[in-house]
């Protein structure tokens, strides 16, 4: 079945400092890439939405220079929190749609980042 | 506009009891319809989905779902509970066709007690 990978699984790092997260489709081409954060117990939210060779959309609320987006290859797509502070703690879950057949999405076993 | 509600935060069972996960939509155009399972600290792991084919999904682990359209419905069941079915279950909705970001709905809890 259709693979999605995430590094790094979890990260702890000092305030003000930037973290970048991976997404890789491991066995199928995704033009678009999905960003989400979720807090505890709570669902996901979408942040934005990453297509690949373009500049992503993100969704409101969610500032675009704090979490830069790239998605360079059909099968890979970078999330990069810019001068992360305690609050950005969260748990990010990324997740690809296949770009052939329905389209469906697959999703990344996540990041947890911990801003100290 | 799209919405989703599952009817229940929290939904408790015995092992080798039946399992119903409600979910309810809203949706101006003929949707698709997604569960979605995630276990602690994990990524979403898809159960099944519904592609305006057959009504009744069947979906792994043996799960399936009912799309009813007159009810704006799409309940997940399993007809005999397992210990590792405890986990978080997402009801998810986009317009028809796939291509557009997936709505979620709150989650429903499911405990599974021996």
């Known amino acids: 079945g259709a693979v999605v990978s995430q590094h790094p699984s979890w990260v702890i790092c000092k305030s003000g400092t930037s973290v970048k997260i991976e997404c890789r489709s491991l066995?199928?081409?995704?033009?678009?890439m999905f960003w989400y954060r979720q807090f505890p117990k709570q669902s996901l939210m979408l942040m934005a939405t990453s297509n690949e060779g373009s500049k992503a959309t993100y969704e409101q609320g969610v500032e675009k220079d704090k979490f830069l987006i790239n998605h360079a290859s059909l099968t890979l797509s970078t999330l990069t929190v810019t001068s992360a502070h305690p609050e950005d703690s969260s748990f990010y879950i990324c997740?690809?749609?296949?770009?052939?057949?329905?389209?469906?999405?697959?999703f990344g076993p996540g990041t947890r980042l911990l801003v100290l | 506009a799209q919405s989703v509600t599952q009817l229940d935060s929290h939904v408790s069972v015995s092992e080798g009891t039946p399992v119903l996960l409600r979910c309810n939509y809203s949706?101006?155009?003929?949707?698709?319809l997604f569960w979605y399972v995630q276990h602690p600290n994990k990524g979403l792991q898809l159960l099944l989905k519904y592609t305006s084919a057959a009504t009744l999904v069947k979906g792994i682990n043996g799960f399936e779902a009912e799309f009813k359209k007159s009810e704006t419905s799409f309940h997940l069941t399993k007809p005999s509970a397992h210990m590792s079915d405890a986990a978080e279950y997402f009801c998810v909705v986009t317009p028809s066709g796939g291509y557009n970001k997936l709505i979620f709905g709150a989650g429903t809890r499911l405990a599974v007690h021996p």
């Open positions: 949706s101006s155009y003929s949707p698709s």
């Open positions: 066995d199928f081409q995704a033009t678009t």
């Open positions: 997740s690809a749609r296949d770009s052939a057949g329905f389209g469906t999405q697959y």
